[in-house]
């Protein structure tokens, strides 16, 4: 079958760093996204990677491990706007993309 | 601006009262495909579009259907809603698949009651 595992739940002081894990396995992939969605609004993307290695996007950061079938997202300098829930999702192959259920970050003062 | 546009934001109905949740994308995106949400299962897809007149089943396509005659328009329909349909639903676009990063609207909560 197919799966993505991500924690339910984190909690982070503002100004620090973390990091949040996902794990997949699917039948094929072509490309992982992480995704940001604030409580009662629509998810909007955040980062894209379908080659091994690090992408950098200002206070945002995405890494890929396509052999280990892992990714994570890694959010610096914490801010209050960052509360929110990441969802992680796999582009499978053919038209089909894979949600992980997400992981809801509270970042407290 | 560019965005995808989902109408009704909320709705409540009763079992077996047909709707439609209404889509429509102004960036001229190829793909349209729609999801559902619930606590503790994350987004499922539903149906998905490459093209006008090109649809497919998702993962839980079950008591929906869609179509694609324009570009720009993909209405979810359930001809026979159950409570197991209440849920959170989003449209989402992407210029050509699902390779691509997906633009969503605003989405619907629907309860059925």
């Known amino acids: 079958g197919q799966n993505i595992d991500q924690p339910t739940e984190m909690t982070a002081t503002e100004g620090a760093i973390v990091q949040i894990n996902c794990t997949y396995q699917t039948s094929g992939f072509n490309g992982l996204f992480w995704y940001q969605q604030h409580a009662g609004e629509a998810p909007t993307f955040l980062s894209y990677?379908?080659?091994?290695g690090l992408e950098e996007k200002g206070r945002f950061s995405s890494f890929l491990s396509r052999s280990k079938g892992y990714s994570y997202l890694l959010l610096k300098e914490l801010q209050m706007k960052d509360s929110a829930s990441y969802l992680c999702?796999?582009?499978?192959?053919?038209?089909?993309?894979?949600f992980g259920a997400g992981t809801r970050l509270f970042v407290k003062a | 601006e560019a965005q995808v546009t989902q109408n009704p934001r909320y709705l409540i109905t009763v079992t077996g009262k047909k709707l439609t949740v209404t889509c429509s994308q102004n960036m001229n995106h190829e793909y349209m495909s729609w999801y559902r949400q619930d606590p503790g299962l994350g987004l499922r897809q539903i149906y998905y579009s490459m093209n006008v007149e090109v649809t497919d089943k998702g993962d839980v396509p079950e008591g929906y259907k869609v179509s694609r005659k324009e570009k720009r328009n993909f209405p979810l329909i359930l001809e026979s809603p159950s409570p197991n349909q209440t849920s959170l639903y989003f449209c989402?676009?992407?210029?050509?698949?699902?390779?691509?990063?997906?633009?969503f609207g605003s989405g619907t909560q629907l309860s059925v009651l």
């Open positions: 999702a796999v582009s499978s192959g053919g038209f089909k993309t894979i």
């Open positions: 989402a676009s992407s210029i050509s698949g699902p390779r691509e990063k997906l633009f």
């Open positions: 990677n379908v080659l091994d």
